[in-house]
């Protein structure tokens, strides 16, 4: 498995993102298509620092910070770069990923 997504799985991003139709148990938006909306650089800052971006219609979650900071403390910056490149490879337009919002 790729180090991306060998990040997704121990990190378990899955558990509020459905991704290829699999996971996202919890409340958090699709990311399919989040490599049309985002460069793999604001993909990673956005781990690293979740409340930089707000997806659209999200207000709610962003503001009780529901997506964990911690993310920056659990992965060294190698393995956050190749999750964020992997992600950016998702450019799936049929699926509906909110728009983010660039907030700090
Ligand atoms: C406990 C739930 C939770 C976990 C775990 C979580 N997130 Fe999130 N994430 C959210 C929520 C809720 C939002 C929407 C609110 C916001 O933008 O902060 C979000 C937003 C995002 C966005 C922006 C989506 C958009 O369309 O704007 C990205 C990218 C993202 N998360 C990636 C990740 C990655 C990668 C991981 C694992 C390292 C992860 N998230 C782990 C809850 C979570």
Same mark, same amino acid.
């Given at each position: 498995m790729k180090v *991306?997504? =060998?990040? $997704?799985? #121990?990190? =378990? %991003?899955? !558990? %509020?993102?459905k991704l290829r139709g699999e996971g996202g +148990? +919890?409340? *958090?938006p699709e990311l399919d298509n989040i490599g049309t909306l985002l460069t793999v650089d604001e993909i990673q800052e956005k781990i690293s620092n979740p409340k930089s971006f707000m997806a659209e219609g999200?207000? +709610?979650e $962003?503001? +009780? *910070?529901?997506?964990? !900071?911690k993310f920056?403390? #659990?992965m060294d910056p190698k393995e956050m770069q190749a999750l964020a490149a992997w992600l950016g490879t998702f450019k799936n337009a049929s699926v509906n990923t909110p728009k983010p919002i660039k907030k700090n």
């Open positions: *991306g997504e =060998e990040q $997704w799985q #121990l990190q =378990e %991003c899955y !558990n %509020c993102h +148990k +919890k409340r *958090g999200y207000e +709610k $962003w503001q +009780k *910070g529901t997506m964990p !900071n920056k403390d #659990l």
